[in-house]
């Protein structure tokens, strides 16, 4: 079946730290991958996607690169901030539906 | 505010009632979908609508769920004589109609607590 695993959390780190969150997928087919987050007392919130291999997502300083070979969709910060404490779900859609399949989310917390 | 609205935000019923949840999307978007998200858990799909049709249910949609969109604007989501493990966040997202992968804007969620 289609499924996202993700890294466990809470992900605890200081202000400028360097951040990696991963996220593994299994799928038929060629899905699209996303990552989604949750700020404390919002919604859902895209964050960015890659719909094909080798493609790479990027916002708000936020990186993720499409690796078919392995898999994956890890999501990487150079250097996080306060305010990027939130929970992040890696999803993936297949192309003849666009239901979302989420991970499990990992809790950030950034310390100053 | 021209996001997904969703109401209302919060329910607490006893077990055995009936609850219904309402979704409003944003208006030119003609697809609708609806999550449960419980705590700890990523949120998971439970159907949706292309304009008033309902296109595809999840298992998890047992038969005393069910919902609508009786005129391809705004969703109703009820569920029937409540159990507590219905506790959960209900989530409803929509997009609009495209080749490709066309982005979900979620509303902010009703949380249903069943005593």
């Known amino acids: 079946g289609n499924s996202v695993t993700q890294m466990e959390g809470p992900v605890t780190l200081s202000e400028e730290a360097f951040l990696t969150i991963n996220c593994t997928y299994t799928a038929t087919g060629y899905p699209s991958l996303f990552w989604y987050v949750q700020y404390p007392g919002e919604g859902l919130q895209l964050l960015l996607k890659a719909t094909k291999a080798d493609d790479k997502g990027s916002n708000k300083g936020f990186e993720a690169t499409y690796r078919k070979e392995t898999t994956s969709f890890h999501l990487e910060k150079g250097s996080v901030q306060v305010s990027d404490s939130a929970v992040y779900f890696c999803a993936l859609s297949l192309y003849n539906t666009d239901k979302l399949i989420f991970g499990t989310g990992t809790r950030l917390q950034v310390f100053p | 505010d021209t996001g997904v609205s969703q109401n209302p935000r919060h329910k607490i019923t006893k077990r055995g009632q009936n609850v219904t949840f309402r979704c409003d999307p944003i208006?030119?978007?003609?697809?609708l979908y609806w999550y449960r998200q419980t705590l700890g858990q990523g949120p998971e799909f439970l159907t949706y609508?292309?304009?008033?049709?309902?296109?595809?249910k999840s298992r998890l949609l047992s038969d005393r769920f069910s919902a609508e969109r009786p005129k391809g604007s705004f969703s109703t989501l009820e569920i029937q004589r409540t159990e507590q493990g219905d506790s959960a966040m209900y989530l409803c997202?929509?997009?609009?109609?495209?080749?490709?992968?066309?982005?979900?804007?979620f509303g902010p969620g009703t949380r249903l607590t069943v005593l």
């Open positions: 997202a929509s997009s609009p109609e495209g080749q490709g992968y066309n982005e979900q804007f």
């Open positions: 208006s030119e978007h003609n697809r």
């Open positions: 609508f292309q304009n008033e049709a309902q296109l595809e």
